[in-house]
């Protein structure tokens, strides 16, 4: 069992920065591939971007340019960089990784865009 812990949820302006990161209970080198979710009120948890466990990396169109996934394979973390935030990135963001087929999830932590 893997569990996942998100941390640098907060309420930022818009165009500011905000870094996510996500601690992983075990080596994250066998989970492939690691990712991020979000989750806005009333909406369907959706795909932000996912990372290979060789680096690989995918980004929704919404991401592209703006997001950075990455992940630190000796301290078993997964991040993701935010810039240029808008308003409709205001959302729940999970951490997810994969483990052969099972699928394992963080509880979130809270994003709000807004001034």
């Known amino acids: 069992q893997v569990q996942l812990v998100e941390s640098g949820g907060g309420l930022v302006q818009p165009g500011g920065s905000l870094k996510l990161s996500c601690a992983a209970s075990?080596?994250?080198?066998?989970?492939?591939?690691m990712g991020w979710y979000r989750q806005a009120r009333g909406k369907q948890r959706e795909l932000v971007a996912f990372i290979s466990s060789g680096g690989s990396t995918n980004y929704r169109d919404y991401a592209k340019g703006r997001f950075t996934i990455s992940r630190d394979n000796a301290k078993n973390m997964l991040y993701l960089q935010m810039n240029n935030l808008k308003p409709e990135d205001t959302a729940v963001y999970i951490c997810?990784?994969?483990?052969?087929?099972?699928?394992?999830w963080g509880q979130g932590t809270p994003v709000t865009v807004s001034s």
């Open positions: 997810n990784a994969r483990l052969d087929w099972e699928d394992f």
């Open positions: 075990e080596s994250i080198s066998r989970l492939n591939p």
